[in-house]
T-cell receptor, first 114, second 113 residues
């Protein structure tokens, strides 16, 4: 069974801090994704990656960056955290294919910026 | 990029009632369609998916969805809901030729015992 592990379930940081959210998957998936989930807005794609050292912007990349140095790990970075980045962050992975491959999600990191 | 609309934000039903959650998408090409469910405190799980073939797709726990290409819709149905179906449901669409998935805003389902 696919396992997507996010390093923290809950995280509290201060405004202006640099924040790292880590995600590891154990199924050798090539695709990895970062979303934020907010009430009434569903899941919004921040960044995704199709391969090591490769990244693509999603719908809301502003204020975020990502790093994919190894295939199994995809990090989301908040360069200077702000209160509007308080949210639930979800990592997902999938295999490339003919488009029918579902995404497998981690448990999420609930991030609060004070 | 493609977009997904879920028109019902919160649906409240009694046990044994029938369920239909709407999902519409906008994208001009061939798509793959998914429904995910998130039970309270749990991670998102795949409920069912449409790739090709029979537009009526059956998933886990008695759920099904019908792809109507002319209406750009992929509505989720269940003939008789249970209290344990209380969860948030997300529709997602992915173009056939890439892996860029987009999600709807979600529909919260509350089933009263």
């Amino acid at each position: 069974d696919v396992k997507v592990t996010q390093s923290s379930r809950y995280l509290v940081k201060r405004t202006g801090e640099k924040v790292f959210l880590e995600c590891v998957q154990d199924m050798d998936h090539e695709n990895m994704f970062w979303y934020r989930q907010d009430p009434g807005l569903g899941l919004r794609l921040i960044y995704f990656s199709y391969d090591v050292k490769m990244k693509e912007k999603g719908d809301i990349p502003e204020g975020y960056s990502v790093s994919r140095e190894k295939k199994e790990r995809f990090s989301l970075i908040l360069e200077s955290a702000s209160t509007n980045q308080t949210s639930m962050y979800l990592c997902a992975s999938s295999q490339p294919g003919q488009g029918d491959q579902p995404q497998h999600f981690g448990d999420g990191t609930r991030l609060s910026i004070l | 990029a493609q977009s997904v609309s879920q028109h019902n934000h919160h649906v409240i039903l009694s046990e044994a009632a029938s369920l239909e959650l709407g999902c519409n998408y906008s994208y001009g090409g061939t798509v793959n369609l998914f429904w995910y469910v998130q039970y309270p405190g749990q991670h998102l799980q795949l409920l069912l998916k449409y790739f090709s073939g029979d537009p009526l797709v059956k998933g886990i726990k008695g759920f099904e969805a019908e792809f109507i290409k002319s209406k750009f819709s992929f509505n989720l149905r269940k003939p008789s809901v249970q209290w344990s179906d209380t969860a948030e449901y997300f529709c997602a669409v992915k173009p056939h030729n890439n892996n860029d998935m987009r999600f709807g805003a979600g529909t919260r389902l509350t089933v009263k015992p």
